[in-house]
């Protein structure tokens, strides 16, 4: 136990009670310590955003955050977006409007988007394009994950997800 901290996650509503090292990585915690996989690693350096979780509702790079530092906190993971066979409207958005293709990004592109619509529904696509420019896919060429994104604040708007997240 010597250099562990033993501490409780919550993530997507459930406690995780683990023994990790100072250093570990939200990222790697939630991988490998909770066996939650949705969570991508690409460059593992903050640069890509592959990682993206929202920790409290705010949108986090899980390579940039240690874990110990997550304590106490909600954090929600892209396992957690859709309820049971119901795809969130943003899944589905990325489905119906080809907003993948390898998905490697695409766990971090859902959580972004998620995190930003629900602090502010009614971004315009430009704050949306704005956003999203944080995160890289290698494949999309981006167009049809700004439609699936704004396709999906338009019925996001319509349609209010419900507040049990
Ligand atoms: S893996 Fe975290 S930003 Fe790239
Ligand atoms: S869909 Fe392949 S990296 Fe984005």
Same mark, same amino acid.
């Given at each position: 136990?010597?250099?562990?901290?033993?501490?409780?996650?919550?993530?997507?509503?459930?406690?995780?009670?683990?023994?990790?090292?100072?250093?570990?990585?939200?990222? %790697? @915690? *939630?991988?490998?310590?909770?066996?939650?996989?949705?969570?991508?690693? $690409?460059?593992?350096? !903050?640069? /890509?955003?592959?990682?993206?979780?929202?920790?409290?509702?705010?949108?986090?790079?899980?390579?940039?955050?240690?874990?110990?530092?997550?304590?106490?906190?909600?954090?929600?993971?892209?396992?957690?977006?859709?309820?049971? %066979? @119901? *795809?969130?409207?943003?899944?589905?958005?990325?489905?119906?409007?080809? $907003?993948?293709?390898? !998905?490697? /990004?695409?766990?971090?592109?859902?959580?972004?988007?998620?995190?930003?619509?629900?602090?502010?529904?009614?971004?315009?696509?430009?704050?949306?394009?704005?956003?999203?420019?944080?995160?890289?896919?290698?494949?999309?060429?981006?167009?049809?994950?700004?439609?699936?994104?704004?396709?999906?604040?338009?019925?996001?708007?319509?349609?209010?997800?419900?507040?049990?997240?």
């Amino acid at each position: 136990m010597a250099n562990k901290h033993v501490i409780t996650l919550i993530v997507n509503g459930k406690d995780y009670t683990l023994s990790v090292e100072a250093r570990r990585t939200l990222a %790697d @915690a *939630l991988r490998d310590d909770c066996g939650l996989t949705g969570t991508h690693l $690409g460059c593992e350096h !903050g640069v /890509c955003g592959a990682c993206t979780v929202l920790v409290d509702d705010k949108p986090v790079r899980s390579c940039l955050m240690f874990a110990v530092q997550a304590e106490g906190c909600s954090v929600r993971t892209v396992e957690g977006l859709a309820k049971g %066979d @119901a *795809l969130h409207l943003l899944q589905k958005a990325f489905w119906e409007n080809h $907003g993948l293709q390898c !998905g490697f /990004c695409t766990p971090g592109f859902l959580m972004l988007a998620a995190g930003a619509l629900e602090a502010d529904p009614d971004l315009s696509e430009e704050e949306i394009r704005d956003i999203l420019s944080s995160n890289l896919c290698r494949c999309t060429g981006y167009q049809n994950i700004i439609k699936s994104v704004c396709l999906a604040a338009n019925e996001m708007r319509a349609c209010p997800p419900s507040a049990d997240r």
